[in-house]
């Protein structure tokens, strides 16, 4: 099949916007949970707007020239220009995903209202997978709105009717707040935190009750694919080592949604 090079303008275009809204998915990693009080900060990070960029290591202020998604990084060899620290990996690749992910939605989804949705989805996985993996944290301020969203884009019936969005919002965080209770009575310590609880609601809201099921079970396969990449890595796992969940389970809703809602096939290549 020969794709028509014109398919492909509106995914680009969205793929460079994404990278803008992955530097600022930066921001929101790096300062939101010092801002929700969720972590102690050494020094002040400041809120999502002011003060403008800096690196967190010398704290001086990076200049605009250096703000260039992907390509600034590339081109400083992932090193501050003022005290050559290194840069996590981390900037890099929440502007890499966030750029691939824009341009998905379009894939799917073709323009219009229901990408833009989907990618503000994909955005808000991105951001509560490296925030969990840096913190041990889902903040409220992000799986709530996404819950709400879910919920106002499903009244349409968009991407799962709205009856099957609100009972996979409700039953998303009572399942997983009853195996919480299980697991602690039975341990006597927690197992599932309530923003795992929270994020499934959240992801029930968006694809549907019938998508918890196999968004639970790829996020334990993948869950456990973690550990055994950890494992083989030489890191000591024990039974009450702290492991966050909340990356395979977003990575497992990204999947999920996909299929529920585009039978999984983007619509460039169908």
């Known amino acids: 099949m020969v794709l028509n090079p014109m398919d492909w303008v509106f995914p680009v275009i969205a793929g460079v916007f994404?990278?803008?809204?992955?530097?600022?998915?930066?921001?929101v990693i790096h300062r939101g949970p010092a801002m929700w009080k969720l972590v102690h900060e050494d020094a002040p990070r400041?809120?999502?707007l002011a003060p403008?960029?800096?690196?967190?290591a010398c704290r001086k202020p990076i200049p605009r020239m250096h703000l260039i998604p992907l390509a600034s990084y590339l081109l400083l060899r992932g090193r501050c220009a003022h005290c050559q620290v290194k840069i996590s990996a981390r900037y890099p690749a929440v502007e890499a995903l966030s750029a691939i992910f824009a341009a998905f939605a379009v894939?799917?989804?073709g323009i219009g209202f229901s990408a833009v949705l989907a990618a503000i989805l994909f955005w808000g996985l991105i951001a509560l997978t490296a925030i969990d993996w840096e913190t041990g944290y889902l903040p409220d301020a992000i799986t709530l709105p996404l819950i709400a969203m879910g919920l106002i884009a499903n009244i349409g019936d968009r991407f799962a009717s709205f009856p099957d969005a609100l009972i996979g919002a409700a039953a998303g965080y009572g399942a997983f707040r009853l195996i919480a209770w299980g697991f602690e009575r039975l341990r006597g310590i927690e197992g599932l935190g309530q923003g795992d609880a929270k994020l499934l609601a959240a992801i029930g809201a968006w694809a549907g009750w019938t998508a918890l099921a196999p968004t639970?079970?790829?996020?334990?396969?993948?869950?456990?694919?973690?550990?055994?990449?950890?494992?083989?890595?030489?890191?000591?796992?024990?039974?009450q080592t702290p492991i966050a969940f909340g990356p395979a389970l977003a990575a497992a809703g990204a999947i999920v949604f996909t299929v529920f809602t585009s039978s999984g096939v983007p619509s460039l290549i169908r």
């Open 18 to 27: 994404g990278l803008l809204i992955g530097s600022f998915l930066n921001v």
């Open 46 to 48: 400041g809120n999502l």
């Open 52 to 56: 403008r960029s800096y690196c967190p």
């Open 107 to 109: 894939m799917l989804f």
């Open 216 to 239: 639970v079970f790829v996020a334990a396969l993948l869950g456990l694919a973690g550990v055994a990449i950890a494992h083989l890595h030489g890191h000591k796992m024990a039974a």
